[in-house]
């Protein structure tokens, strides 16, 4: 298997540089190792630079969206530089550049997202006018709703960024996914988690997603062992209700699929930025029709929400 898996050399991983990406490239390098018995040498962890790393100053709603985590990487994919990429799959945007595809997904981590907090333990023991710190269109716009009174402000750099900025006390608390937290051994630092039932996460939260090129033989018999069904197949559901609403970092868009054997149980909610209005579907349906599910239900969604919902977004 290892000879004729490899036969062209050492198997390159690009990813983002910061240390949850690598962090999730090692862990897909430890799984081909594991699943085709492969020494540590024989697989390349290639960091690379995107823009959205690089853009720091603005939220990423007013600079290009999901893409500026990608476009470097899958450009190298394309051209051959890399043979898979890795990506956290809450950050993909719903089209991909001709000629690849997210062709496997890892086993899902939690989905929920993470409070941590310094002046409260708990996100709704806040006290009044406390200020939250949080770069997520969709976080912002859930605060708001369930704390009308909690000041929220935009909150950019990696995890461990936010949280020395957390520790240095330029805000009260901040949000981040749990899944990312356990990656990096700092599940300790989370004072709350949310429940989905009232926060709910974002589409694809939780799951890595490894992206290679359409018709690749080699790389997709690499991949499969990998591959979860479960977690495809939750994901399916979740990335066509976000396509179907044309989601991208400029639109507040939360859903969860949960799959218990062929049953797919799906909630999605569509909310305005500030919070002050929302709109949840649920829908309930087999495995094979995951994505027909998301779809359906996005359609459903915006159907409720009535077409003044939808002004201001692009």
């Known amino acids: 298997m290892q000879t004729a898996s490899l036969k062209n050399g050492t198997l390159k991983i690009g990813t983002r540089g910061s240390k949850l990406a690598l962090a999730q490239a090692y862990e897909t390098r430890r799984r081909l190792q594991e699943a085709h018995g492969l020494a540590e040498d024989a697989i390349e962890i290639l960091p690379m630079s995107t823009a959205g790393d690089r853009i720091q100053d603005r939220p990423l709603a007013q600079v290009g969206g999901k893409g ?29 550049p001709d000629g690849l595809h997210l062709s496997a997904f890892l086993e899902r981590e939690d989905p929920r997202d993470a409070f941590i907090g310094r002046t409260a333990k708990r996100f ?21 709703r369930l704390r009308p009174d909690l000041q929220v402000v935009m909150f950019r750099g990696n995890v461990l960024t936010r949280l020395r900025k957390l520790e240095e006390g330029e805000v009260d608390g901040t949000f981040l996914a749990c899944a990312g937290l356990r990656r990096l051994g700092l599940a300790d630092v989370i004072t709350d988690l949310l429940d989905p039932e ?11 997603g490894i992206e290679s090129r359409i018709g690749d033989d080699r790389i997709d018999a690499l991949l499969k062992p990998l591959a979860h069904r479960d977690t495809h197949v939750a994901l399916a559901c979740e990335r066509a209700f976000l396509a179907s609403l044309d989601g991208s ?14 049953t797919v149980s799906f909630r999605g909610m569509i909310l305005t930025p500030d919070g002050t209005e929302a709109h949840e579907v649920s829908a309930q349906g087999t495995a094979s029709d995951a994505a027909l599910l998301g779809a359906d239900a996005a359609k459903r969604v915006r159907a409720m929400a009535g077409a003044h919902f939808f002004d201001g977004w692009e």
Do not use: W, Y
């Not at 990608?70 to 991909?96: Q, Y």
């Not at 709704?124 to 708001?144: H, W």
């Not at 009232?198 to 890595?208: D, E, H, K, M």
């Not at 970092?249 to 062929?262: E, K, S, Y």
């Open 249 to 262: 970092c400029r639109t507040p868009i939360a859903a969860l699929a949960l799959v218990n054997g062929d």
């Open 68 to 96: 500026l985590f990608t476009e470097e990487i899958e450009a190298a994919l394309k051209d051959g530089r890399i043979d898979i990429a890795v990506h956290s799959t809450k950050d993909m945007p719903t089209v991909l």
């Open 124 to 144: 709704l023991d806040l006290p009044q006018g406390a200020v939250i710190g949080s770069s997520s269109l969709r976080r912002q716009a859930m605060i708001r």
């Open 198 to 208: 009232t926060f709910l996460p974002a589409p694809g939260q939780g799951a890595i």
